[in-house]
């Protein structure tokens, strides 16, 4: 039992670091190999190009482009949805485009 919990563990934490893989190259890495980063970053890797050890870019697939709200309660009716788009809900919506606004703060580099 101990090494059936085990091997999910290990499972778990793989599926968790392949979601976030991030890969870390120097300019000159990324030149000679543009075409096999930009298929690793079509896969969802993070490439994080280095100088002197230090981030100077970050390449990742855009952000999926996402519906305007028109279309979402356009959606909505003609699905026969009974929700309510009160007050909370346009907070909750401006929310979350505020968060999405903010500039990237990455963690200090060591």
Known sequence: MRNVKRAMTQKARS?????MAQVHMTEAELARN???VLTKVRQGVEVVVEQD?????????PLPKGRLLSECIALAELR???GTLDEGFM????G???????PWNPPAWE
């Open 91 to 94: 907070k909750d919506v401006e």
């Open 15 to 19: 599926a968790m670091i392949g979601s």
């Open 53 to 61: 050890s230090q981030p100077v870019a970050v390449i990742r697939s």
């Open 34 to 36: 543009l075409h096999e």
């Open 80 to 82: 026969g949805s009974t």
């Open 96 to 102: 979350g485009i505020a968060s999405r606004s903010q």
